[in-house]
């Protein structure tokens, strides 16, 4: 039985015989009897109670592992895990997961989870045995930044759809979430003092659909999803261009003092906020807010595609844009654009232009989204009904063969925080649409961020990715079962 764990873990030794099978009489032990500990032990206890039909016990730990047990446990000093790495034993005497951290921990549950049957993640009762090879994983992360990005502005997506994606980003060890929370088209999150910004700037969408936006409550509600599976939420709020629909809401954003109607096709780089007082207290008020309810350090302004500024007034824009970040407490994001201004030291450039060469300074962090690599949205090839091709067809292959610490240009390896998959969504406009565009794509860039460049081989990972497909069926998830992969039928 070989495993098909994605992303490939750092260091394998199973063996192939006499599996060992979690039946209803185990439990989940913690050490110590840490609130974390406990949540992921619970998740780990929902996950298998359909299969058992039976909830496992997640209780302290008291003394060595014996039998018939799951224990998750801190190990402050463990040798070989790094910050997020794990140590997952299986054998006759019980399953351990040891690391240095919660989130070592959670990602060590997922690689348990990974070797289970497929039909673990089916969520109705049907019992059925769980076994699982004994042997030894050691694991830890090649990047700490390893994100999705979710464009709820041009077609809007609701909580649910979010953490549904989360849940689906967290089976491959993905730890960021960028929220592209406004756009031209339309503004999707409730800001205290600025209610036209969702009275009416959240009214529409691509196309002309009805729109959305969150409430303070329901982001609050995603964050604290997120950080129960520890993905980090990144918000952005696009400026200064890509912003009609805030400017729709109130025209002192605009120099000429007028409100343009709202937009919903899918041109850009056509808006931009006037360098005036109200726009100055209007992100003052935003980036405030929005950091308020982020326990996150970071704060993502945008900065792309801006046509109708001169190069002195983008680079003025985005200069008071990133102090204000920095006033409230946030480090601040932006698209490679803003290398045109005087770069915060805090700043970090997100790379998205294939063939920009941007020569960011010395000490500078990058977040590696190559478009012609993982842009979500791009079509897989020429059939694909959904997404666009600005930046070409990009099959499984493309987005899993490449080595970001080698891209072309002037990137330094150790300025690499790592690598975000963008999903933008003026074609997308639901959530099977998303999967489809995600799966299999989002899984080859989460190994792409993960697995130490030599133990990643196409071959290899094709074997892999193909036994993924009973376990979307499963879930239901609308993967595109591509012809590059050869899916396994059950
Ligand atoms: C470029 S990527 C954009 C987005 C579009 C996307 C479509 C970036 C920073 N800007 O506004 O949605 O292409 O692929």
Redesign the pocket.
Same mark, same amino acid.
């Given at each position: 039985m070989a495993i098909a764990v994605i992303p490939q873990p750092v260091s394998v030794e199973i063996q192939e015989d006499d599996p060992i099978t979690i039946e209803k009489d185990w439990a989940i032990e913690i050490e110590p009897a840490s609130p974390d500990l406990e949540r992921i032990g619970r998740q780990l206890s929902d996950l298998l109670r359909p299969a058992l039909a039976a909830s496992l016990p997640v209780r302290p730990a008291s003394g060595p592992i014996e039998g018939k047990v799951i224990r998750l446990e801190l190990q402050p000093d463990l040798s070989d895990a790094r910050e997020e790495g794990y140590e997952l034993l299986i054998g006759s005497g019980g399953i351990q997961i040891a690391a240095r951290t919660p989130a070592g921990v959670f990602y060590g549950m997922q690689t348990l989870r990974a070797m289970l049957p497929a039909s673990v993640e089916l969520r109705a009762a049907r019992p059925h045995q769980l076994n699982v090879p004994p042997g030894r994983i050691a694991d830890h992360p090649r990047y700490a930044w390893r994100g999705a990005m979710l464009?709820v502005a041009?077609h809007f997506f609701g909580p649910d759809d979010v953490k549904r994606y989360i849940d689906l980003m967290t089976m491959y060890k993905l730890n960021r979430l960028h929220l592209?929370l406004s756009?031209d088209q339309g503004w999707r999150l409730e800001i205290p003092g600025w209610p036209n910004l969702t009275r009416h700037g959240a009214t529409t969408a691509v196309g002309g659909g009805a729109g959305g936006y969150y409430t303070q409550d329901d982001y609050r509600g995603i964050v604290e999803y997120a950080q129960e599976r520890f993905v980090t939420i990144v918000p952005e709020i696009?400026v200064p261009g890509?912003t009609n629909a805030a400017m729709s809401s109130y025209p002192e954003l605009t120099c000429d003092g007028k409100a343009p109607p709202l937009f919903t096709g899918?041109e850009?780089g056509f808006s931009a906020l006037c360098d005036n007082d109200a726009t100055w207290r209007f992100v003052d008020d935003v980036v405030r807010e929005i950091s308020a309810m982020t326990p996150g350090p970071y704060f993502h302004i945008?900065?792309? @595609?801006v046509k109708t500024l001169t190069p002195e007034q983008y680079a003025g824009f985005m200069e008071r844009a990133q102090a204000i970040v920095r006033k409230h407490g946030t480090q601040p994001i932006g698209?490679? @654009?803003i290398v045109h201004a005087q770069l915060d030291p805090a700043t970090i450039v997100?790379y %998205?232009?294939p063939d920009a060469s941007i020569e960011p300074p010395a000490g500078t962090k990058l977040i590696l989204?190559p478009?012609n690599r993982v842009?979500l949205?791009?079509k897989y090839d020429a059939q694909t009904a959904l997404g666009?091709n %600005?930046?070409g067809m990009i099959d499984v292959r493309t987005a899993y063969d490449w080595d970001p610490a080698r891209l072309p240009g002037s990137v330094q390896p150790d300025a690499i925080l790592g690598v975000e998959a963008?999903l %933008?969504? @003026?074609t997308l406009a639901a959530m099977h649409d998303i999967e489809y565009m995600a799966f299999p794509r989002l899984a080859a860039v989460a190994e792409v961020a993960w697995t130490p460049q030599p133990s990643r081989r196409w071959d290899d990972f094709r074997a892999r990715l193909g036994r993924q497909a009973p376990r979307w069926s499963a879930l239901g998830v609308n993967a595109f079962r591509t012809p590059e992969i050869d899916w396994a039928v059950r």
């Open positions: 464009d041009r592209h756009d696009d890509h899918i850009v945008g900065g792309d @595609e698209w490679d @654009e997100q %998205w232009r989204s478009a842009y949205d791009m666009l %600005w930046a963008p %933008w969504s @003026e």
